[in-house]
């Protein structure tokens, strides 16, 4: 398992990602495209998927799990790919972390402000990510003029892992989620979940032309490329970096479904023994993380 932080300079590091499976490979797909100097190391939760039916407290358990696992591979930073994850956790991440933690929210989230010319923003994700209001709070902290109406749409992920792409079934089950939305007059809509820029093609139909769709791994890829500018954290041009590519089980048609959403051949993926990787850790050292991350400390800390 490589560990950058001794060998590489701070701006050589590469990006982590992490996602509770594999749907993290559409932002992964994006900092691609936009930022094909930068390595990556995307760990994928796969054993542990889904967490946008659980809790918030396991939710953020696992999003620093997640996270210490990238950063003692040495990066530069952590994008959460993970819509639940940023949506209940990424403060947790931030305030528990030393290198800085981009999640998939806020960059939606100011992109549709920017576009929206009714002020009707819809905001389709897990049920997780809906239930904590997040997107809500985001959208109406740029600006408190617009109505936000959000809808979960927790069909979708399993559809899209099964590969009913452009299906009946799918077809189907858009319009019965999508229609409050169409009723509400919506002119700008946040994919706000890993899964659904697979979607797009259906999901456009349902809503029609003249809705503006926003795909938060695009705009999460811009975002991240602004920050790593901003800090001087940009990885030299020229450089064809080594990604690689980590998760907690090796599920069934794994290939498969991880080059759906990555668009392009997935190297060699390695099963890291997470549990073994927590446990190894002692519950001291995740007690302390866990009191950061929530921003208090015990009479004990130093
Ligand atoms: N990655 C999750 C998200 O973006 C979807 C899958 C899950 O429920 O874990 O919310």
């Known amino acids: 398992m490589p560990d ?7 701006n050589e590091r590469p990006i982590g990602v992490f996602d509770s499976g594999v749907g993290g490979l559409t932002v992964v797909k994006q900092l691609m495209a936009l930022l094909p100097q930068e ?6 939760d796969t054993a542990r998927i889904p967490y946008g039916t659980k809790s918030e407290e396991t939710v953020i358990r696992f999003a620093l799990e997640d996270s210490v696992f990238l950063v003692e591979k040495g990066v530069k930073m952590i994008v959460v ?41 819809g905001v389709i994700g897990t049920a997780s990510t809906i239930r904590s209001n997040a997107y809500t709070r985001a959208l109406r902290s740029y600006d408190s003029w617009v109505k936000v109406f959000a809808r979960a749409c927790p069909l979708f992920v399993p559809l899209v892992e099964e590969g009913w792409i452009e299906d009946e079934a799918t077809y189907l089950i858009a319009r019965r989620y999508l229609q409050p939305l169409i009723d509400n007059g919506i002119d700008t809509l946040i994919l706000g979940c890993t899964h659904y820029p697979l979607l797009k093609a259906v999901i456009r139909e349902v809503m029609g032309e003249g809705v503006d769709l926003i795909d938060s791994g695009v705009e999460t890829a811009r975002y991240v490329k602004d920050m790593l500018q901003q800090r001087g954290l940009l990885a030299p041009q020229g450089q064809d970096p080594e990604h690689y590519f980590y998760v907690s089980d090796l599920p069934y048609k794994f290939q498969e479904i991880g080059e759906r959403f990555l668009e392009r051949s997935l190297p060699h ?25 929530v921003g208090r400390h015990s009479m004990t800390d130093p």
Not at 4 to 10: I, N, P, Q
Not at 39 to 44: C, E, Q, V
Not at 279 to 284: D, E, L, N, T, V
């Open 4 to 10: 950058f932080s001794h060998t590489l300079k701070g």
């Open 39 to 44: 390595r990556l190391i995307y760990f994928g």
């Open 81 to 121: 790919a993970c819509h639940t994850a940023s949506a209940i956790a990424l403060a947790h991440v931030q305030r528990a972390l030393d290198v800085p933690v981009v999640g998939v929210i806020e960059p939606g989230a100011l992109t549709a402000v920017a576009r929206t010319e009714n002020g009707k923003i």
């Open 269 to 293: 993926v390695e099963t890291v023994n997470f549990e073994a990787f927590v446990s190894r850790k002692g519950s001291g050292f995740w007690e302390t993380l866990e009191r950061k991350a």
